[in-house]
């Protein structure tokens, strides 16, 4: 599977960049909480994120690793 943020034009790359906000996260960090309100989309610039989801009693089930300029909404 390609990256999608690769296959951007130089015009759309510039465009994200300029309108984005860098964060930078550590090992163990959460981007993002389950059930909490999303306003943007998170674009991988170097590293990976795995991506998982709590169910009712609290343990985690892994989906999938997000790496470098791949993007989840």
Known sequence: MGSL???LSPQM???IEENSTLKHYSA???VLRQGSYISSAVIVR???L???RLDED???HFLYFLSEGELCV
């Open 46 to 48: 170097s590293g990976t």
């Open 58 to 60: 609290g343990n985690s």
């Open 13 to 15: 790359k510039a465009l």
């Open 28 to 30: 163990g960090d959460s």
């Open 5 to 7: 943020y690769a296959a």
């Open 50 to 52: 795995k991506v998982f």
